[in-house]
């Protein structure tokens, strides 16, 4: 558990430097140290609560949120997180569909790094009920496999040019935190994982320090395109990972 607990803790660094909570990580990370399968959703969504609180508040007091763009996304996404939450998959069809998610998530933060460069870009306004249409489909994976779905919401909004890209960084944070606390609500209504839930504090504890040292980073010493870049290797490595695992 210790050594888990330290990946956690850098897995937390690393994401909420970028405004992400990690979800998709930690969930590869349980899988490698054959955590239950039933219970690391749960973990994963609760880590990504912690994680992104904190960024969440910072990003709201520094004036960096825009809750019209937010809002519709979130009548799509917090039903199905829910929805997506009470649902029971099989491990093996968790861990494709687990690949896939990191496979498309890190190319996309590959593909439009530059995105996190602060410059002056022509916002476009999004259409009400497409938005609503991407916040369901990523509830419905987020609540299924246990990430917050900033990851693939962040990209999207960069590419589609919707706001400033401090304020898509909020939006995301704001996004992983509320479809996560769908999500584990969902989760919950499983047997056995609130009686097992507790027994993994040294994970929460890891990615509360490690999300308050990313927040850190965020903030005071890195560009958002250099640890955007970061992220993305790190969730392709991961992808690359468990693609081995499960196909060779």
Known sequence: MFILSILFLITAILYSSVGFGGGSTYLALLLIWDIPYYIFPVIALFCNIIVVTGNSFNYIKAGNHNLKLLTPFLIG??????????????????EIILFLVLSVAGALLLINNKAYEEKEVIINKLNYLTSIFIGGILGIISGIVGIGGGIFLSPILFLLKADKPKNIVTTASLFILINSISGIFGQLTKENVLNEFIFYWPLFLAVLVGGQVGNYLNLK???NRVLALITSFLVIFVAFRMGFRIFV
């Not at 929805?83 to 099989?90: D, M, S």
């Open 77 to 94: 996404s917090i039903p199905l997180a829910y929805l997506g939450g009470t649902l029971e998959i099989n491990k093996e069809i968790f």
């Open 221 to 223: 010493s890195f560009s």
